[in-house]
């Protein structure tokens, strides 16, 4: 079984992983086969690296800038190596952590750190010992901390500086807006600061997301070209942050090429022709290259009791309300009906708010012991788990992409070749 890694799924970030870098010897069985012969009673999480490398190489094609994967998003291995083979090589890290994972995996990676708020500590461990030459701030406080820790490491250098920029709440299903970001006077200001000091000086935004609005992106590229001109600075940097939507099953998002029109455009009017475009794509390279499978414990009408929930990969499906895809696996008995109902679920914790409204739709005679694979969540899933309540089992597997996977792969696919 050499395509199996089983390994507690709680995050990579909080272990040291021998062979880090090696690929699975053959990550070339279906998910099918996989649970018909573990019949695994934990949860188990399936990346898909060809999928993974696809999206990574249509996206890196599709943006007229340098793109930085946002670590955060699912920082497996085996999902940075997919997205390194899909020609990613910049990475958006927020922790040193993350960053050490990155820099171990890869010695050539750019890592840009992008976290507005940052211990003292990080900012000398990632300058003096990993090479990170990329900063974000929004404050003044930030700035002077940051020069002041790059400073007291003695190791040489101007660091790059990015301001980022406040949005007003926008059309995301996830709004960011209210965290970070410098208001335009205050980021003006902050350029005119941060200039003398910057090897290279950018602006950044989030619009928020799973943002399903390209116009967005229009917005927000407006008030970076109206905080710039206020700061009257040379801009080297423009980045246009994350937030890019995939397909989940009461969702289209427009094609991606809708997203980039509206970039270049909005770049286009800045009339920056030094400057370069950035972007921190982190749900739209890895959503659809990953999914769970969960087995149902127990039925009770339409509500089915399953072993992950809200505290393990599916906290997006709790609070949020957040509909996957999902399809059922039975390796052994009764066809499945070719009826489909909506189903609710319970995630195996005690905690009543453990439920995911959903509706999932499913064969209307799904039953105790059947397993479910629910797609689109490369994407804040694993990396969300919990041990709570003592559900902290989980495995990791790589599977080959199957093309005519139900699943995982059509939408989002689609979404971005388009
Ligand atoms: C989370 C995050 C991203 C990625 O956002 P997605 O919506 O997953 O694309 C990018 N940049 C920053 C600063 C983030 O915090």
Known sequence: MSSLRVRSAV??????????????????????SLIASLRPEDPVHCIRPDVLADTAASFVAAFPGDVLYAVKCNPDPAVLRALWAGGVR??????????????????????????????????????????????????????????????????????????????????????LSGKFGAEMDEAAALLRAARPHATRLGVAFHVGSQCLDPLAWRRALDIAAETIAAAGVAIDIVDVGGGFP??????????????????????????????RLWAEPGRALVASGGSVVVQVQARRGDALYINDGVYGSLADAGALNFRYPARLIRPSGAEPSDVDTGFSLFGPTCDSADAMAGPFFLPDDVQEGDWIE?????????????????????????????????????????????
Request: hydrophobic share 45%; charged share 20%.
């Open 11 to 32: 995050s990579p970030l909080r272990r040291r992983i021998p062979g880090l870098t090696e690929p699975a010897a053959s990550p070339a069985r279906s998910v099918d």
């Open 374 to 418: 629910i797609g689109q969540l490369g994407a804040y899933g694993a990396c969300l788990r919990t041990g709570f309540n003592g559900f902290d089992r989980a495995r990791i597997v790589e599977v080959a992409a199957a093309p005519a996977d139900p699943v995982t792969v059509p939408a989002a696919l689609q979404t971005l070749a388009a």
């Open 90 to 175: 910049h990475f958006d890290c927020a922790s040193p952590n993350e960053i050490v994972l990155v820099r171990q995996m890869f010695e050539d990676a750019h890592i840009h750190f992008m976290h507005p708020i940052k211990a003292r500590s990080a900012i000398r461990e990632a300058w003096a010992a990993h090479g990170v030459r990329d900063f974000v701030l929004d404050s003044g406080a930030e700035l002077t901390k940051i020069l002041t820790e790059i400073a007291a490491t003695g190791v040489d250098g101007e660091p790059g500086l990015v301001v980022r920029l406040a949005l007003p709440k926008g059309g995301a299903v996830l709004d």
């Open 246 to 275: 995939v397909a989940y099953p009461d969702v289209e998002p427009p094609p991606l090429g809708a997203f980039m029109a509206e970039i270049e455009d909005g770049f286009e009017r800045m009339g920056l022709p030094n400057a």
